[in-house]
């Protein structure tokens, strides 16, 4: 019987040593894990300054357009001559491809190469850009470009503008026409755009015509920037928020809405009055992808440079708040 007790207290006792020894090494395993010192990847462009960031996913590979910041330090406004395409498989190392598109490259165009968004349909890519229409239509205006690759090169797919100022009324301003976004649902294409009020209307199959009326969403606080994007059943509508810019949504069962407004999702971007944000998924990931002003020593609101973090959901499909990083995303 002692022996048999002798045993069993032998049994436990190294029972517990198993443990202990796997317990330290798990500590082990994670102290390393905590230690490893973490690459500084935000922004993810530092030799050029790049706003207005939107990605597009295709074929397994991230394009990521952008507009170029080229103001001078002493020079207080924005100066963008053309827009940037970048692309990646890890959303760490981008590629830089040859300009594809200019605003010079839609003859109506005065310059101005603000917010803008490429869309895949049967193997074509579209361009929506914002431009400065010339004095036929005064005012900010939104183009189309196509091309056969999503690195281009793109050319002017209609001749003309898609939308002009005189178009939208609602508000006594000349820049309400900025800032397109394009989603497709289906066999339908939707484009929402503006600055103070959202808008958005039907696109025809042919990408380059509206097919009905214009209409607004009612937003709290919308100053520009809208993106849709969809999770499960959810539509997302995320938007610009006051000035300086912080980053709100809304969400809904229907891309035409309603839209029920959930809160801030990012809050002001740092050293930057703006704030503008592309949300993809990519290889089982969300990704928030913005600009600040942070790239040092001559970053600022006219000087952006594009940064990426990750973004993540609640049970209920709420979006978590976004928290800025220095790091951003590691390979």
Known sequence: ????????????????????????????????????????????????????????????????????????????????????????????DWQEH??????????????????????????KFYWYVTVTHNDSHPGKAIGVAVADSPTGPFKDALGEALITNDMTTGVGISWDDIDPTVFIEGDQAYLFWGNTKCYWAKLKNNMIELDGEIHTVDLPNFTEAPWIHKKGDWYYLSYAYQFPEKTAYAMSKSIEGPWEYKGILNELAGNSNTNHQSIIEYKGKDY????????????????????????????????????????????
């Not at 040859?98 to 193997?123: H, M, N, T």
């Not at 000087?303 to 390979?331: A, P």
Request: some cysteine.
């Open 288 to 331: 928030f992808i913005y600009h600040t002003g942070g790239i040092q020593p001559n970053g600022g609101s006219f000087r952006r440079s594009v940064c990426i973090d990750e973004l993540h959901y609640n049970h209920d499909g709420t979006l978590k708040r976004v928290f800025m990083t220095s790091e951003g995303i590691q390979k």
């Open 1 to 92: 019987m002692k022996k048999l007790v002798y045993l069993l207290i032998l049994a436990l006792l190294i029972t517990n040593c198993k443990q202990e020894v796997a317990e330290s090494v798990t500590k082990e395993k994670q102290s390393a894990k905590d230690t490893v010192k973490l690459e500084i990847n935000n922004p993810i462009i530092k030799d050029k300054f790049t706003a207005d960031p939107a990605a597009l996913v295709y074929n397994g590979t991230v394009y990521l357009y952008a507009g170029h910041d080229e103001a001078p330090d002493d020079f207080h406004f924005y100066r963008m001559n053309e827009w940037l395409v970048y692309s990646s498989q890890n959303m760490v």
């Open 98 to 123: 040859p300009v594809p598109l200019k605003p010079s490259d839609f003859a109506w165009a005065k310059g101005d190469a603000w917010a803008a968004q490429v869309i895949e349909r049967d193997g």
